[in-house]
């Protein structure tokens, strides 16, 4: 990689941890240490919150010199690795690539197969799949299999590797090399008897090879395995391959993935781009949409509070994405009049959307199989708007790294594992300026910057309140800026100006405030209670103190949903100089106040 610090090394995680050092094995023998270096690097350039490594070293009761000590098995591990591995202020990172690690090197090859096979170049593909199917040791990180932290990628990985093998064991069938692709098929499907593409593939090279009855008796095992462990039936594909060799029809051509149907059920009709129109007066968010453009993670969440534009920017977004995602793009709201949506209820409305037939199946984890099966090998993009929580957002992802996925939340979802993070604040002043410039005309907008500022000052830069601004001032061309100032200033209900048909800012705060799933009703009071809506420190672990825990632990939790933020040093007078400070939205202070008794209406 080039750093002066950083030794020559290539890890191995796919089978046991294995780690080398310039071509020699580095002994890595405390176990702790081992799996510190494990969950990193099934992490690779993701940052692990250091809660998470405390809880996955130690679990429910850790030492208090819990944090000491993991920052001392860091610094062993850096004398091993070098300065891959850096501290980002609240967790780590295992810096890698492909020659690092072998599982960067996996997924690179199974993306080159895959365009490959799109493209039409099968020879190829079939090099760059068998390569990476060449790379599969055994089961990864198994000494490590009852870490929650591990197992989850553990699990996601065999899912890659699986779809990976299959794809290149159709091509090898359909190449001509099915006696070859038999010596692999006979351990795989033994190993993996629910597999259906595994189940056709060998079928399909045994019936190639002469030996029908032995294809007729794999697909009777298969039957039995899908009725005793998961009460279905087998797919109408793989009963048609059966009935095919039974008739002594042979089996149909192999059809591979990315090109026309496969072994596998592959429904006719596709998602194709059903994303909600874009908007022509985007503003700001340079930087942040550079980040999901760049962004090498699979799934990025984009939080921050009421109004900031999470859905706006990651709808803006997927307009940009889209062209890589021949497969489809659409929005997916995990929320129905307020209230959650079960993931099972999504996955069973979208397959059947596209023609798969999943009435038959029962058990939320088989459905999710399908969910995962049917992404495998295609290029969709999944906006997941509004999650509720992390296990909403985990039940949909895709198993493998071919799709992408951009999910809003209110809450920063920091149990979720390897994704990369967006936190959504208000705008600047200068893009608050351009916003309004565009909705409600630039002479009038720079002709009282005084009043602009002034306006931005008692009420924010969100993009919802500049909208609402912004429309309020087209509505009424002839008033002066400075002049709604005032009005507003004079206003006892000012929360009910921010409101344009069926917008309502006030409607938005109450529908927040009033989830069921909502822990932080008394803490949110408790903030209407003080002047603000800047705090400082002290004030606020005093005021917090018993709303909900201590007051230290109920900031976290309001950093956490996006209640708070902490406030750059200056942004108040009143606040004690480079003292640590927090702020929130004004309006959403004011309605905290309302609800309180504590403050204008």
């Known amino acids: 990689m080039g750093d002066v610090t950083a030794p020559e090394l290539h890890c191995s995680i796919l089978g046991p941890l294995e780690v080398r050092v310039a071509g020699r094995r580095a002994v890595i023998g405390a176990p702790k240490q081992r799996l510190l270096l494990a ?23 850790p030492p208090r010199t819990a944090r000491k000590n993991l920052q001392v098995y860091v610094s062993a591990l850096r004398k091993v690795v070098g300065d891959r591995i850096s501290f980002q202020g609240w967790g780590y990172r295992m810096r890698a690539d492909r020659d690092d690690l072998d599982l960067l090197r996996f997924l690179e090859l199974g993306r080159s197969g895959r365009a490959a096979i799109r493209s039409g170049d099968l020879p190829t593909a079939a090099a760059l799949l068998g390569d990476a199917v060449g790379m599969w040791r055994d089961r990864p990180l198994e000494e490590f299999c009852h870490v929650p932290l591990v197992a989850a990628e553990m699990d996601r990985f065999t899912e890659l590797y699986l779809s990976i093998y299959e794809d290149w064991v159709e091509l090898e069938i359909e190449l001509g090399r099915h006696v070859e692709a038999l010596n692999s098929l006979d351990v795989v499907a033994q190993r993996y008897p629910t597999r259906e593409r595994i189940a056709a593939a060998r079928m399909t090279a045994l019936s190639r090879c002469g030996r029908a ?9 298969l039957r039995r395995h899908l009725a005793a462990e998961m009460g279905i039936d087998p797919s109408p594909v793989i009963r048609q391959l059966y009935q095919s060799i039974l008739n002594g029809e042979g089996p149909p051509p192999a059809r591979l993935p990315g090109m026309t ?3 596998r059920p592959r429904p006719v009709r596709v998602l194709a781009n059903r994303l909600p129109r874009d908007i022509d007066d985007f503003v700001g968010r340079e930087q942040e949409i550079r980040r999901i453009l760049d962004e090498g993670s699979a799934v990025t969440v984009i939080t921050g509070g009421v109004g900031t534009g999470k859905t706006t920017l990651a709808v803006h977004v997927a307009h940009m994405l889209a062209p890589r995602y021949p497969d489809g793009a659409l929005v997916i709201p995990l929320r129905r009049h307020g209230d ?24 939320d984890d088989v459905l999710a199989s399908v969910w995962r099966s049917w992404l495998a090998d295609r290029k969709v993009l999944l906006v997941l708007d509004d999650a509720p929580d992390e296990p909403s957002v985990r039940m949909l992802l895709p198993g493998t790294a071919s799709s992408r996925v951009l999910v809003t939340s209110l809450s920063r979802l920091s149990g979720l594992e390897s994704v990369a993070r967006i936190g959504l604040a208000d705008l600047s002043a200068s893009e608050g300026v351009e916003f309004l410039s565009r909705l409600a005309g630039r002479d009038r907008v720079h002709g009282d910057l005084s009043a602009v500022r002034r306006l931005f000052r008692e009420y924010g830069l969100s993009p919802l309140v500049l909208r609402l601004l912004g429309g309020r001032l087209a509505r009424l061309p002839h008033l002066p800026l400075g002049m709604l100032a005032d009005r ?11 409101a344009a048909g069926d917008v309502s800012l006030r409607r938005r705060y109450e529908d927040y405030y009033a989830r069921p799933s909502w822990p932080h009703r008394a803490a ?37 949903s996006n209640v708070l933020s902490v406030a750059p040093i200056g942004t108040d007078a009143e606040v004690v100089a480079h003292s640590l ?7 959403a202070h004011r309605f905290a106040a309302e609800l309180g008794g504590n403050g204008r209406r």
């Open 39 to 61: 969950i990193l690097l099934c992490h690779a350039n993701a940052v692990i919150a250091s809660d998470q490594l405390v809880d996955a070293l130690w679990g429910e009761r």
């Open 213 to 221: 009855a032995e294809a007729l008796a794999h697909f009777e095992g």
């Open 261 to 263: 149907d496969g072994a």
């Open 340 to 363: 959650p949506r079960s993931a099972a209820d999504i996955q069973r409305e979208i397959l059947k959307g596209v023609g798969m037939d999943v009435g038959s199946v029962r058990e």
């Open 488 to 498: 507003l200033d004079r206003t006892e209900n000012v929360l009910d100006e921010f």
């Open 524 to 560: 949110f009071l408790a903030l209407g209670g003080l002047a603000g809506p800047v705090f400082g420190h002290d004030e606020l672990v005093a005021a917090l103190d018993g709303a909900g825990g201590p007051g230290e632990r109920v900031i976290e939790l309001l950093l956490e």
């Open 581 to 587: 400070a927090y702020s929130m939205s004004p309006l």
